[in-house]
Structures are given as structure tokens and as C-alpha cells.
Nanobody
Framework: QVQLVESGGGLVQAGGSLRLSCAASGRTFSSYAMGWYRQAPGKEREWVAGITSVGSTNYADSVKGRFTISRDKAKNTVYLQMDSLKPEDTAVYYC?????????WGQGTQVTVSS
């Protein structure tokens, strides 16, 4: 099965931007629907954004208008562009890939937004 590795997390001031990457290995994931999730300390993991195998996107209300999910199938990579970051965006961000038969999670990358 495909393996996913997130990168691009870090420390940023409120109002700043980060771009997260989710790189796949082992096989192409052109047929996967991809998503980003996040988990803040003391909270449950929540869905942030998703993109289908044909490029349709959707977002949680909390990030709509600020975050953009995209994919580059030639590079087997999914991105999450995060703009206008807020302290409440602080969390570990996880990449997920799904088909009708498979669910794959990455290990996560830390995003910290300072006030």
C-alpha cells in the first residue's frame, strides 16, 4: 500500500502562512481521495480539507477561505496551503488517503501559530 509522509510544519506568527506537503511512496495514489486532518492538545482529531481523485475540494467551516488543498499527481504529492493562520490552528496535521478498500494515514507534522 501507499505510504504518506507529511512535511512543512513549523512555527509561524498569527496572520502568516505555511504550506504542508504530503508525499506518497510505494505506488501512485491518483485514484485516492486525499484529506488533511488536525489534532490539537486535549482535542479529538478533526477533518480540515479534502480533495477527490478528480480534483474536487471541500473544507471545514473553520478554515474555509483561508486554507487550500491541492494535489500534483505527477509528484504523488498533496498540499495544504494555509494562509491567515490563527493561534487556534495550532495542531498536529495529518494526511489521509482513501479508496473504496484502503485508508492510509501519515505520521503528522506540527504546526504552531503564535499570537
Amino acid at each position: 500500500q501507499v505510504q504518506l509522509v507529511e512535511s512543512g510544519g513549523g512555527l509561524v506568527q498569527a496572520g502568516g502562512s505555511l504550506r504542508l506537503s504530503c508525499a506518497a511512496s510505494g505506488r501512485t495514489f491518483s485514484s485516492y481521495a486525499m484529506g488533511w486532518y488536525r489534532q490539537a492538545p486535549g482535542k479529538e482529531r478533526e477533518w480540515v480539507a479534502g480533495i477527490t481523485s478528480v480534483g474536487s475540494t471541500n473544507y471545514a467551516d473553520s478554515v474555509k477561505g483561508r486554507f487550500t488543498i491541492s494535489r500534483d499527481k505527477a509528484k504523488n504529492t498533496v498540499y495544504l496551503q494555509m494562509d491567515s493562520l490563527k493561534p487556534e490552528d495550532t495542531a498536529v496535521y495529518y494526511c489521509k488517503g482513501t479508496t473504496v478498500q484502503t485508508v492510509v494515514w501519515g505520521q503528522g507534522t506540527q504546526v504552531t501559530v503564535s499570537s
